[in-house]
């Protein structure tokens, strides 16, 4: 069983940034395909971003596309994103993801695993 837990949220102005962490346990990243989403209230969850388990690749939703990248530290077993330029409609609770030597996808049905989520708020 693979567990998650993200960090790194808060409230940042408009344009600033933060890094988001999720620390994975239960079997190693490198086995792995991390993505993250987001739900904002009253919004469905919506993907991010994700990371194939061989590390070589990644994607990214159109409207974050070199704004946040996804990476991630075997060593620390944790993957991230980095959040730039972020604006207000950026808001929301952002979520982990993971399946088990599977292929990315933008479908949260794709993913076996999940975190509890860590709150963004971007004020304007």
């Known amino acids: 069983q693979v567990q998650l837990v993200e960090s790194g949220g808060g409230l940042v102005q408009a344009g600033g940034s933060l890094r988001l962490s999720c620390a994975a346990s239960?079997?190693?990243?490198?086995?792995?395909?991390m993505g993250w989403f987001r739900q904002a209230p009253g919004k469905e969850r919506e993907f991010m971003s994700y990371l194939h388990w061989t590390g070589y690749n990644t994607y990214y939703t159109d409207s974050v596309k070199g704004r946040f990248t996804i990476s991630r530290d075997t060593a620390k077993n944790t993957v991230y994103l980095q959040m730039n330029s972020l604006k207000p409609e950026d808001t929301a609770v952002y979520y982990c993801a993971a399946n088990y030597m599977r292929s990315g996808s933008y479908s949260f049905r794709q993913y076996d695993y999940w975190g509890q989520g860590t709150q963004v708020t971007v004020s304007s």
């Open positions: 239960g079997r190693a990243i490198s086995t792995l395909t």
